[in-house]
């Protein structure tokens, strides 16, 4: 048997495994399964390709990118590596071929789509072959809460059922421990070994900031910052997209919209605009960014938070690819949460998929008002470990100060309770600080036993603390009441007085310019 470094050098041409590649593939050579967690481009394909070639037979690799099938193969046999797919795009007799190569043993890799494997007449084939491994590519599809469901996924527990001597890997690039859990059962991978590695970027700077006017602090920060480079700013929608872009023009940008409104041949043409001509703003929905590769994306700015820390992960992803150092940079409020539980409320799907929905929002909310390093939690959120603070986000940069929150905490759910949970937090400020605006009389407020006894906070520090509150969940979004906030059984220790509150310190804007001093 070939060792793995050779063939490495040999027929891939690279000198080194990045880590922990070189792990992933010795298990699998050995006969393990391995269930590998990577980032797109980080290299998922070598932990199957070689140890199909240091294995004896012929590796199987279930794939449900039928497209990308074809490029693979011909790149692999480039390479001289006798490889070969199987999928509905193939004529029949080409197939044939195919499958006698298999059986006779002429293959080193052949992919397969995963609703051809299924067929008793290609599993048939498999027992006549030799198989050196299993892979089975994006085994998130097996995940019946994410969006890439494919009931054909369900269908590879067969492969342990049938072939429980072969190893299998299996792997992906987007999957949080639910969806982890999920693959494992049902690809019963109980046994694998798990890698997850590689989702650091650690050129990107991570900085989460309050929203308080974005349109200033979007300018302050491109001008202060990169008033000469290219960069994306996502928007959630589309007239959020274009009334930003115009206004950026105004103020001297080369800023393009996008989004999936505009013409086909207008977005092709924005899109080529923006790889080749330099100091280019997109200014994007999420519908941008797919599949672009441009290297020196300078920053990735976040107007609207994402719905999903896989989200943010992946649109902050798209700077800084050349490794030169790049900004994530992102303003959020309670605005947004309001704004995509609407979203996600309104949306298709069943309960359980909305609740995991929710569930994953939340998590998006954790990582922006979270006190301690930014890139650990990202690391963490994705099984990755990160020993220490990483020194290049906002609150490495800028530790962010807490202070006692409980007794305001406590009087801001009195509030809420004590006007029925129907009412926003504009109103419940205002019972809190004693306002005499007519809305407050005409609900008799000024009778509240609550009325008036929060004027020690101004208003900016209220909506802190109501923000803070909903992102722990003490406090939810009623959005049949137009943003009521309502009490959630989380916040009873806290009433009783049983718990004790550390809240965030928002930081004021002059001293946000501090965190500005790079570039
Ligand atoms: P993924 O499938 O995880 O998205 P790929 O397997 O396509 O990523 O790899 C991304 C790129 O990285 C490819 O161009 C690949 O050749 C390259 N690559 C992978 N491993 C190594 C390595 N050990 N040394 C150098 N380049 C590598
Ligand atoms: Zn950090």
Redesign the pocket.
């Known amino acids: 048997m070939k060792s793995a470094q050779n063939i490495?050098r040999a027929t891939?041409g690279?000198d080194?495994?990045?880590p922990p590649?070189d792990q992933i593939i010795d298990t699998v050579i050995n006969g393990g399964d391995a269930l590998v967690l990577?980032?797109?481009?980080?290299?998922?394909?070598?932990c199957y390709q070689i140890p199909a070639l240091a294995r004896p037979g012929c590796a199987v690799v279930i794939s449900p990118l039928i497209a990308l099938m074809q490029d693979q193969v011909s790149a692999l046999r480039q390479l001289g590596v006798s490889a070969a797919f199987l999928n509905s795009t193939l004529p029949p007799d080409q197939a044939m071929q195919v499958e006698e190569d298999l059986v006779q043993g002429k293959l080193d890799l052949l992919y397969i789509a995963p609703e051809r494997l299924n067929q008793q007449r290609c599993l048939a084939l498999l027992e006549r072959a030799p198989i050196a491994l299993f892979a089975i590519d994006e085994a998130h599809c097996v995940s019946q809460w994410g969006h890439d469901f494919r009931a054909d996924y369900l269908q590879l527990s067969l492969l342990h059922e049938r072939f429980p001597q072969i190893p299998r890997i299996a792997l992906t690039?987007t999957a949080d421990e639910r969806t982890r859990a999920e693959i494992i059962q049902r690809l019963n991978l109980e046994e694998a070994r798990q890698f997850i590695a590689g989702f650091d970027r650690p050129n990107i700077r991570y900085r989460i900031s309050l929203k308080h006017n974005a349109r200033q602090q979007l300018l302050r920060f491109l001008k202060e910052e990169h008033p000469e480079d290219a960069g994306i700013v996502y928007c959630l929608s589309r007239k959020k997209v274009e009334d930003t872009a115009f206004w950026l023009q105004e103020q001297g940008f080369k800023a393009l919209p996008y989004h999936a409104g505009l013409d086909a041949s207008i977005r092709a043409d924005y899109q080529s605009r923006f790889l080749r001509e330099d100091k280019v703003i997109m200014v994007a929905t999420i519908a941008f960014g797919m599949g672009i590769d441009k290297p020196d994306v300078r920053f990735v700015a976040h107007l609207d938070m994402p719905k999903t820390v896989e989200a943010y992960y992946q649109e902050t992803g798209r700077a800084g690819r050349d490794g030169e150092p790049a900004n994530a940079w992102m303003v959020y409020g309670l605005q947004d949460v309001i704004k995509l539980r609407q979203m996600l409320d309104n949306s298709e799907g069943s309960e359980e998929h909305k609740r995991a929905e929710q569930h994953r929002l939340n998590a998006m909310l954790g990582l922006c008002e979270i006190t301690s390093c930014r890139r650990q939690s990202l690391l963490a959120y994705f099984g990755e470990g990160l020993s220490e603070p990483c020194g290049n986000c906002d609150t490495c940069l800028e530790p962010v100060d807490t202070w006692d929150g409980t007794e305001a905490a406590r009087k801001a759910l009195s509030a809420v309770y004590r006007t029925g949970q129907r009412f926003g937090v504009n109103h419940l400020i205002d019972v809190l600080r004693g306002s005499e605006g007519e809305r407050i009389y005409q609900y008799d407020h000024h009778q509240l036993p609550t009325y008036g006894v929060g004027k020690d906070l101004d208003n900016n520090q209220w909506r802190s603390v109501f923000r803070q509150l909903v992102a722990r969940g003490y406090l939810s979004v009623d959005l049949e009441r137009f943003g009521a906030l309502k009490l959630e059984e989380q916040c009873r220790p806290l009433l009783k007085g049983e718990e004790q509150i550390d809240l965030r310190r928002d930081v004021k804007q002059k001293s946000a310019k501090r965190t500005t001093r790079t570039s």
Not at 38 to 46: A, R
Request: hydrophobic residues 35%; aromatic residues 18%; charged residues 10%.
């Open positions: 490495l891939f690279y080194n495994f990045r590649q990577m980032p797109t481009g980080g290299g998922k394909s070598l690039a």
